[in-house]
């Protein structure tokens, strides 16, 4: 009898404990990760990083909009403290009171990390004390980062160095410092998905002008490697888009200065190397666009296609003798 009611006890004891972790946690994603938020002082631009064993971190932890802020929440994430956090923060609220609102009002607190920037510059975090090891948090100037099941200690503290010694944009610093993260040990489960959100310090009211990066990988054995990648290829296009505005202003010597720059990033790419040579046969150059475009045909035969289509809307401009002459090749 004694052993019965020892059992019916243990069961209670154990659906206590599910109805109170379901109440909490049934509707709350388990990106487990880790993350920086951070400001550049120079230029006043705020990023978020993240990497975490889940898919598509980015669309569930990373939120910024500029000249307001950076917001990362993590671990049993709470989704609202994103726009959440953001709203506070246009109020004029600081980053640490918005991080010690929302964790005051929030009943899984315990379970919660949330890291805010804001535009000024203020940063602040936090770690619930039953954010699954290994997990913690350290707020620098201007930045926080922060990691919850870890397979060590290590992470969060490689993290802050790693940032804190490195130099050039805010989006290449925060890659550094996911690699920095990754290095030191990472999630304990792997890898999965990654994002890397940067804003502008001051909003221009247009939405397409204010974010200027926003890349996800969503699925890969290697998601901050593949990060790395893409941003690399984000500013090769930079340089592709500079050379088009400046095509449009008739500045072709800046327009080729552009898209040499483009090219040299990424000699492989078609389409680069396309512009290139049209620019080049748009300039009177077409000796030197021939052998591009001969190349190019030779490896896609939509570009040629593509090509008898441009005199019509502007964008070869060229002779009849030279248009046959390029697509001859």
């Known amino acids: 009898m004694k052993t019965i009611t020892i059992l019916i006890y243990l069961y209670c004891t154990f659906l206590s404990n599910e109805v109170l972790a379901q109440n909490i946690f049934s509707n709350e994603p388990l990106a487990h990760t880790f993350s920086i938020v951070a400001r550049d002082p120079e230029t006043g631009e705020m990023g978020v990083a993240v990497q975490s064993h889940w898919f598509s971190v980015g669309s569930l932890v990373a939120w910024g909009e500029a000249g307001v802020g950076v917001v990362a929440t993590q671990s049993f994430v709470n989704p609202s403290f994103g726009q ?6 246009k109020k004029g609220m600081t980053a640490q009171e918005v991080v010690d609102l929302l964790i005051s009002k929030d009943e899984g607190r315990d379970v ?3 890291a805010i920037v804001d535009s000024k510059g203020n940063s602040a975090s936090y770690t619930g004390s ?7 948090n350290i707020v620098g100037d201007g930045y926080s980062v922060q990691a919850n099941m870890m397979l060590n200690n290590t992470v969060w503290g490689a993290m802050s160095k790693a940032f804190e010694n490195s130099k050039g ?6 890659i550094t ?10 999630d304990i489960r792997g890898q999965q998905s990654a994002c890397l959100l940067v804003v502008r310090g001051n909003a221009t009211g247009n939405l397409w002008e204010d974010r200027l990066i926003d890349l996800r990988v969503e699925d890969n054995p290697q998601p901050v490697t593949e990060l790395k990648r893409l941003l690399n290829v984000y500013r090769a296009y930079e340089h592709m888009n500079k050379g088009d505005l400046a095509v449009e202003k008739n500045d072709m010597k800046l327009a080729m200065d552009e898209y040499n720059a483009a090219m040299k990033m990424f000699p492989e790419n078609l389409e680069m190397k396309y512009w290139t040579a049209v620019t080049l046969a748009n300039t009177g150059k077409i000796e030197k666009a021939l052998p591009m475009f001969k190349e190019i045909f030779s490896k896609d035969k939509n570009w040629k296609e593509l090509t008898k289509r441009l005199p019509a809307v502007g964008l070869l401009s ?3 003798n030279n248009l046959k002459k390029i697509l001859e090749q």
């Open 84 to 89: 959440r956090g953001l709203e506070l923060l």
């Open 112 to 114: 919660r990390q949330l």
């Open 130 to 136: 039953k954010c699954i090891e290994a997990a913690g």
């Open 169 to 174: 944009p805010l989006a290449e610093r925060l």
């Open 177 to 186: 410092t996911l690699e920095a993260a990754q290095n030191a040990g990472g």
């Open 318 to 320: 060229v002779d009849e």
